[in-house]
């Protein structure tokens, strides 16, 4: 009885201890399932090199790229390219090296950008070009450009020009942005090849302020030392130099002899074309930029396929299109 009763004892142990051992084995593999169903994946993380961060225009397409990174959980990181596209491609490298999961890439010129691509279309990290092209002989690698029709907007403030000088023409200055860049170099084209099939047009000067207020007004107000009342109409290539630009004309009392058309439809110019201060201006938003430059890389970074060139609209302001329009 004694054997029996151990035997009986013993059995019921073990079956004990198997169940004991069952059952902290179910516990550990539910914990660690609840941790993996808990833990949320980490942030997309996203390097935006921008060749021009402390230009007008860029303040509020990074603010709009940082307000919709947050919204859509990215870690999203902004660096100054400071013009140079020796910078850029240093900063292209690191990201690269970071192993971060797309690349946002303002080119500072063309000529640079093209290594700039190589690099990246050999990494397979998705990437995008915003706001101005890279070199067309690396455009095959590109998979998104986002950006205007800088041609487009060219043509638009020369036809503005045409209908304010009138048949009889007139005299124009120039304060381009900087050398190099597709904005600066296909908006001159534009302008320049539509105001001059009047033959009465003639384009006194030209100079780049490299998207500078501050250097725009010094351009501005050594244009009217040189040729004083011989100015009919000013083009600025963006609406922050037409800023500077403005006030070297308000200064010097000639608001009401020198025109002006610009491009990218901030407040100032709205407000300037509303008070008969500026013609006309093409319109170029930054914030729908910064916004739509986050959007479309976490698609790429996704597997979408996108339009190879998602176009940014430039439409003409004018006092007779202003509207409520309030400008950016």
């Not at 990181?77 to 797309?102: E, F, W, Y």
């Not at 003639?202 to 490299?210: G, P, R, S, T, V």
């Not at 010097?252 to 509303?274: C, E, F, H, T």
Request: with cysteine.
């Amino acid at each position: 009885m004694k054997k029996i009763l151990f035997t009986v004892i013993l059995a019921l142990l073990v079956v004990l201890l198997f169940a004991f051992l069952g059952v902290s084995g179910c516990k550990a593999t539910a914990a660690e399932t609840t941790a993996a169903e808990t833990t949320a994946a980490e942030p997309y993380k996203v390097v935006f090199t921008n060749a021009f961060y402390s230009a007008p225009y860029c303040a509020p397409m990074i603010e709009a790229a940082q307000d919709e990174a947050e919204k859509l959980g990215i870690e999203l990181t902004i660096l100054d390219g400071k013009g140079d596209g020796q910078v850029q491609l240093d900063q292209i490298q690191s990201a690269i090296s970071q192993k971060v999961d797309g690349i946002i890439y303002f080119p500072a010129d063309m000529a640079s950008s093209a290594t700039g691509v190589k690099l990246l279309a050999e990494s397979n990290i998705p990437f995008l070009i915003i706001n101005s092209r890279a070199d067309p002989s690396v455009d095959d690698l590109v998979p998104v450009f986002l950006g205007p029709d800088y041609r487009t907007q060219g043509e638009v403030c020369g036809q503005m020009a045409l209908d304010a000088l009138g048949e009889e023409g007139g005299n124009i200055v120039a304060i381009e942005g900087a050398g190099g860049t597709e904005g600066s170099t296909k908006r001159s084209e534009g302008f320049y090849d539509t105001v001059l099939t009047n033959p009465n047009v003639e384009i006194l000067a030209k100079q780049q302020a490299d998207w500078d207020p501050a250097k725009a007004q010094t351009i501005m107000e050594d244009y009217i030392v040189k040729f004083g009342d011989q100015i009919d109409l000013l083009f600025a290539l963006d609406d922050g130099m037409w800023a500077g630009a403005i006030k070297a004309i308000k200064d010097n009392g000639l608001l009401d002899q020198i025109i002006s058309v610009s491009i990218g439809s901030n407040k100032a110019v709205v407000d300037g074309v509303r008070n008969g201060e500026c013609y006309g201006s093409a319109s170029q938003n930054p914030i729908d930029e910064g916004r739509l430059g986050i959007v479309n890389i976490i698609k790429l970074i996704n597997g979408e396929t996108l339009e190879k060139w998602i176009k940014i609209p430039s439409d003409p302001i004018t006092s007779e299109t202003v509207g409520d329009i309030q400008g950016w």
